[in-house]
């Protein structure tokens, strides 16, 4: 079975060749490589299927000038070639094919007077890692070529890496049911004044209890809903939820009950989502004014796509939220951007506040934060803080507000409400 347009085996005629070739004695000496082509996509839409075609004919005679005699050059699918390798020297061997066809590639490739650079992602599958069937050792390749976009060099199948996939893909699963069916929940740290010890405001902060029953920290669930694209309808239900919460207080309150609640956006959210009109929408639902929100936003977030979150961070302003720089110092400080952003408030993270008094360099950081806070108007949160004395000295240097265990750990909605009452009666 061959592919009509290059003339190689295709899908199914390289699985024949795997299974032919490829048995429980010889595995050690073959392994497979997976190659997708960069952006090949864009060639068919610019320049028409017929330059696309020739790309790929053209990719495919370079490819094959790249490998060994006994090598065999497949076309699996659309832009993606594969090869079965005989091995003499193990994995090393693959490596340098794989060093031989990105120096292949190099060179510009000539269509209708356009110079087309081409680039590729390669993964690697061994023999030796024991499959079942030719199908497992492709798409074992393939899913090493997953990992080769992201990191951007070749890559070699793990079996522990494809394990964790396999976890986090069954997070992904459960999760998208959880914010679908209601199943999240918020817990709340409180803020409090370092002066007047005063509780202010309250961290949002999701929480997952899924269906076995098990308690996922927000380190395990988050990377997976920010690379599935999950964070947006999350983010959005934790803003809804975290404005319903605070209309609540107000109501049992019979008034203003005398806080705010802060959210965190992630960087993904603020390049996917209309952010502002999400807020404001939120906002006029429960009958709430912008002064009784903060957004948090970490350096990498602003640094990612600076004019987009520049634009969305005056629009904020506008509606009258507050707005937090979260974990500062530990990213892309920049005091351009910092100067020029309408930030209200630096976070100051935790790594540094945690161990300040038995570290001088900790403590000097933690100075200097406050001090360009103060110089640039702006007030500022130590998170982390773990024990009274810390918030004493912390106070003491001129930092507004603090947070951490010395004060409480997170809360449900109506344990916090009842601790801000016992607190600032």
């Not at 007030?379 to 918030?391: C, F, M, N, Q, Y």
């Amino acid at each position: 079975m061959t592919d009509s347009l290059t003339g190689l085996p295709n899908r199914g005629g390289f699985g024949d060749l795997i299974e032919h070739q490829v048995t429980p004695e010889t595995a050690d000496d073959f392994a497979v490589l997976a190659i997708n082509l960069d952006r090949f996509s864009r060639v068919n839409a610019c320049m028409g299927a017929l330059s696309g075609d020739e790309l790929l004919i053209s990719v495919a005679r370079r490819l094959k000038g790249a490998l060994r005699g006994r090598d065999v050059l497949a076309r699996t699918g659309g832009d993606e070639f594969a090869i079965l390798l005989r091995l003499e020297s193990g994995v090393d061997d693959a490596c340098q094919v794989a060093e031989r066809i990105n120096r292949a590639l190099i060179t510009p490739f000539r269509l209708c007077d356009f110079e087309v650079r081409v680039e590729c992602a390669i993964g690697i599958a061994l023999g030796s890692d024991a499959v079942d069937d030719a199908e497992d050792l492709i798409r074992r390749a393939q899913f090493a070529v997953k990992r080769a976009k992201r990191t951007g060099k070749t890559e070699t199948y793990q079996p522990q890496i494809f394990a964790i996939a396999r976890e986090q893909f069954a997070i992904e699963t459960e999760l998208r049911r959880a914010i679908e069916d209601g199943a999240m929940s918020l817990a709340f740290q409180p803020i409090v004044d370092l002066a007047s010890d005063r509780i202010m405001s309250f961290e949002s902060l999701a929480r997952w209890t899924t269906e076995s029953g098990e308690r996922l920290s927000p380190a395990d669930f988050i990377p997976v809903a920010e690379e599935s694209g999950l964070i947006v309808p999350l983010g959005r239900w934790a803003m809804d939820e975290a404005a319903r919460t605070l209309a609540l207080w107000d109501k049992v309150a019979g008034g203003h009950c005398g806080v705010r609640i802060a959210v965190n956006l992630s960087a993904i959210q603020l390049q996917r989502d209309h952010i502002a009109a999400m807020v404001r929408e939120t906002l006029d639902r429960h009958g709430l004014s912008g002064d009784r929100l903060t957004l948090e936003l970490t350096e990498s977030a602003i640094v990612g796509d600076p004019d987009r979150v520049t634009r969305t961070m005056r629009e904020l302003k506008e509606i009258g939220t507050t707005l937090a720089m979260d974990d500062f110092g530990t990213g892309y400080s920049n005091l351009a951007y910092l100067q020029s952003l309408p930030i209200d408030v630096l976070k100051i993270d935790r790594s540094f506040v945690t161990e300040m008094l038995g570290n001088r360099d900790k403590l000097a950081i933690v100075r200097a934060i406050l001090s360009l806070a103060q110089a640039l108007g702006m007030k500022t949160t130590a998170e982390g803080i773990e024990s009274p004395e810390l918030a004493q000295t912390l106070g003491a240097l001129g930092c507004t507000y603090g947070q951490g265990f010395s004060c409480s750990r997170p809360l449900s909605a109506g344990a916090a409400y009842d601790f801000l009452l016992e607190r600032n009666a």
